[in-house]
């Protein structure tokens, strides 16, 4: 049976995390790394004839395994286990790995012993079986070493995270390339020149609609080995790797010359101050500089950026990150702006959000370059996507949403107001090449302005009524019903504010929209619901993912009031949630709704049933489908249960002080208070007190009663419940899922979202009534009012004054 692919990462996660002690994630991120690949080539291409990647006799995961509580394990992994595996593979270097017997990271003796006799335990778990993986980028492994990735950035601190460029950002620099819609073959060619783990490069190449020769290179000597076991790990095995510096010396060339790529990706460090050294910039052999100008030799933004243009063919296409610095610093940076913009090569700059990357907290830009139609480019395509983010922890991340947005604006070309535009070269030369974003696209909202005349005279100014034009234009009706003129350019409200929402929602022309909007859903329900249930195991559920999202979107395209991409985050925080954990399931067994039970072990070995679930079709689905009136009769049982304690606990709060029934008990409990009652007994004066005792008594016996009573029907009603599992069609499971489990989840959330159309009416109704409901002469006959009261007042006790 499949395992849920978020339980499993989380798992994998919080097991690697518990062994790293006091290692810096940055260097235990490479211990991890590395037995995820030799666990996965092991799988895989172990005993294969003609495979990618040799994997010698007594060199596999299983010889690792039997390894473990050696006393120098650490030794014979690296004699036994890397040495033979870098050996027989020309692309590996022993070097590519990280020392298993560094005492001064794994610790001596036992300590190291336990630590990689546990961490070789963790990739043992029956989930980690990478000989079936699916195909285009579905496999457990890519998502899982993506999870790892990320979170050991976010560990490794500001200075070493570096090695990660954040899987949204990789994304999006994937997509706006184009090269999914292009004529792409084995011979197209992808390239980053600082690849890093080679996160972004591989982005790329799965976006291609074919397979393509990636070429990275990687200055540190760690970092380009994970980037060549990442290439082996996501099914890149003839993926091109290098190390080195590449400014000062570039390993792919072409007669003496930079070899040419179709497109070229990076995210180089910023600003780098050392980008110069063993450089001789006026004289680059490469003539990377020359035809533009030379960096200023403390920021190395621009050397990156013209080594990238330098990399490109005549019809290439590239996209580099860098800090926003670079759309405005003046010198030598203001010259390669002025030349790179007249050339035409810059294409679109995207603004992205401050604090998103792991090495720096700046905000950063996407630089698009495209030579192919440099000579014919008129403008600069400009997005400012800086608003659009959510908080993660101590970093920001973008949302499905904004890289959406993103992606669907550049792609077409979009004017959209505050966030986009096309901007003409002429408008740029009248700035003098100065690409700040806010010069060209103000994001800034628009302050609510006060209006001292409502202030004096009362009313609601008609300007603010009119910039809701977007309601009344839906609801033309509904305004005449909400206000009425007061004078000229001033409005006031028929209605008590208290009723502002009521009004609305029992407005015809709101509830009719309401419908509207349930059966625009509806149409959507319907044809994908058909399309759910066609699913058979064998599926690519990131195809699935992202049709049935994208969908969405184009189906809410256009509505009025309606934020198709909110709409569209909906659907993607289910699919984190629950679904996509649920289309991977279904993709490896099918429609099976199995039941298991959950055994969890203690740190003693000892294990403890925590009872049975099924995690494609939870209990309660199941309940509510076929086993309504037995939950019903247990949430009557559950009431009567809450009002016999709660009735206990009234007695004791209201006789338990001093004087009350309570005040003989030492501690109110059963014991306690049937030894009272039996003193008590025949005592004439104190019957009240008896009454009080006995009435919590009887509460507490129904409690106990009900307690047991609930106890027995739960457990009929789960064995009920279990029984029915094995009894279930496929057709029956298939309407559980898609239609009472996920259906109705996206139904409810987009309910909430029509929702908050009303209250975002009714919220700046109610702000501009109570801005302007006592004018300023009223507020001083008021304050007039009191004063007067609070003289009569104190002449009364006496006090009076001129």
Not at 13 to 36: H, I
Not at 132 to 159: C, P, Q, V, W
Not at 225 to 231: C, D, I, K, T
Request: proline share 4%; hydrophobic share 40%; glycine share 8%.
């Amino acid at each position: 049976m499949a395992i849920k692919k978020s339980e499993l990462y989380s798992s994998l996660w919080a097991s690697c995390d518990e062994l790293r002690g006091g290692m810096d994630a940055s260097q235990y991120k490479d211990y991890v790394l590395v037995l995820l690949f030799i666990k996965y080539i092991s799988d895989k291409y172990a005993g294969v004839p003609y495979a990618p990647i040799t994997i010698p006799q007594g060199a596999s995961f299983k010889d690792m395994v039997a390894l473990k509580g050696k006393s120098d394990i650490g030794d014979q992994i690296n004699k036994k286990i890397i040495a033979p595996l870098a050996n027989a593979n020309n692309q590996l270097s022993v070097s590519d790995f990280p020392d298993f017997n560094d005492a001064t990271k794994l610790g001596t003796g036992k300590e190291m012993v336990d630590r990689l006799t546990n961490l070789i335990a963790i990739f043992e778990h029956k989930a980690l079986d990478f000989s079936k993986n699916l195909a285009g980028g579905d496999d457990i492994l890519g998502d899982a070493y993506e999870y790892l990735m990320r979170h050991f950035a976010t560990e490794s601190g500001k200075s070493k995270g570096q090695f990660y460029t954040p899987a949204e950002v990789s994304r999006i620099m994937a997509q706006i390339l184009g090269i999914r819609e292009a004529e792409t073959g084995a011979n197209t060619t992808v390239y980053d020149p600082t690849c890093g783990s080679g996160s972004l490069l591989l982005k790329v190449g799965d976006e291609a609609g074919t397979p393509v020769a990636l070429y990275g290179q990687e200055k540190d000597e760690a970092t380009s080995g994970l980037a060549r076991m990442n290439m082996y790990l996501h099914n890149y095995p003839t993926a091109m790797i290098t190390q080195g510096n590449t400014l000062t010396d570039p390993k792919y060339k072409d007669d003496g010359m930079l070899k040419q790529f179709d497109y070229v990706v990076a995210n180089p460090p910023f600003s780098d101050k050392r980008w110069s050294t063993g450089l001789d910039p006026l004289n680059d052999a490469y003539e990377r500089f020359t035809p533009f100008g030379v960096p200023p030799g403390k920021q190395g933004d621009y050397a990156y950026l013209l080594h990238i243009v330098r990399s490109l063919k005549s019809t290439g296409k590239g996209a580099c990150i860098l800090p926003h610095g670079v759309l405005f610093r003046g010198n030598a940076e203001a010259q390669i702006r002025r030349n790179l913009v007249r050339r035409g090569y810059i294409k679109g700059i995207i603004g992205l959000p401050a604090n998103l990357f792991f090495g720096t907290g700046i905000p950063a830009c996407i630089i698009v370059i495209d030579k192919e139609e440099a000579h014919t480019r008129k403008g600069i395509f400009m997005i400012d996507a800086s608003a659009g983010f959510m908080k993660d922890g101590p970093k920001n991340r973008l949302r499905e949403r904004d890289l959406h947005k993103i992606v669907d604006v550049f792609s077409k070309g979009q004017d959209v107001p505050k966030y986009a535009r096309m901007v003409s070269l002429d408008e740029i030369e009248r700035n003098e090449f100065n690409l700040n974003l806010p010069r060209y696209i103000d994001s800034q909202e628009v302050d609510d302005m006060q209006d001292i005349a409502a202030h004096l005279q009362g009313g609601i100014p008609r300007t603010d009524v009119d910039a809701m034009q977007k309601y009344w234009e839906c609801f033309p009706a509904l305004r005449s019903r909400l206000f009425r003129d007061l004078r000229p350019g001033y409005v006031e409200l028929l209605i008590p504010p208290a009723k502002i929402k009521e009004t609305i929602y029992a407005h015809p022309e709101f509830s009719g929209f309401m419908e509207k909007m349930n059966a625009h859903f509806g149409v959507w329900q319907k044809k994908n619901a058909a399309s759910l249930r066609d699913l058979q195991a064998g599926f690519l559920p990131k195809e699935r993912i992202e049709s049935l999202g994208t969908g969405l979107l184009r189906h809410y395209e256009g509505m009025p009031l309606v934020d198709a991409y909110g709409i569209y985050q909906h659907l993607m925080d289910y699919l984190d949630e629950t679904m996509r954990d649920d289309l991977y399931l279904i993709a490896v067994d099918g429609w099976k709704a199995e039941t298991y039970r959950v055994i969890e072990v203690d740190k003693k070995g000892k294990e403890k049933d925590k009872g049975w679930t099924c995690d494609l079709l939870p209990k309660p689905f199941v309940v509510a489908h076929y086993f309504g009136a037995e939950q019903a009769a247990i949430d009557a049982l559950n009431e009567r249960l809450e009002n016999a304690s709660a009735h206990k606990t009234e007695l004791e709060e209201e006789h338990g002080g001093e004087e009350g029934a309570f005040a003989e008990l030492d501690k109110v409990n059963k014991a306690n208070v049937t030894a009272r009652l039996k003193e008590l007994k025949g005592d004439p004066e104190a019957q009240e007190e008896s009454e009080i005792l006995q009435a919590w008594l009887d509460a507490y016996s129904e409690e106990g009663a009900l307690k047991n009573e609930i106890k027995a029907a739960e457990a009929d009603l789960d064995a009920a419940v279990v029984a029915q599992y094995p009894k279930l069609s496929e057709e029956e499971i298939k309407i559980l899922i898609v239609d009472e489990k996920w259906l109705a989840a996206l139904e409810a959330a987009l309910q909430a979202e029509m929702e908050r159309i009303s209250q975002r009416l009714t919220q700046r109704l109610r702000e501009l009534t109570e801005r302007y409901e006592t004018p300023l002469p009223q507020m001083n006959e008021q304050v007039a009012e009191l004063e007067e009261k609070v003289n009569q007042h104190l002449e009364k006790m006496g006090f009076s004054w001129q």
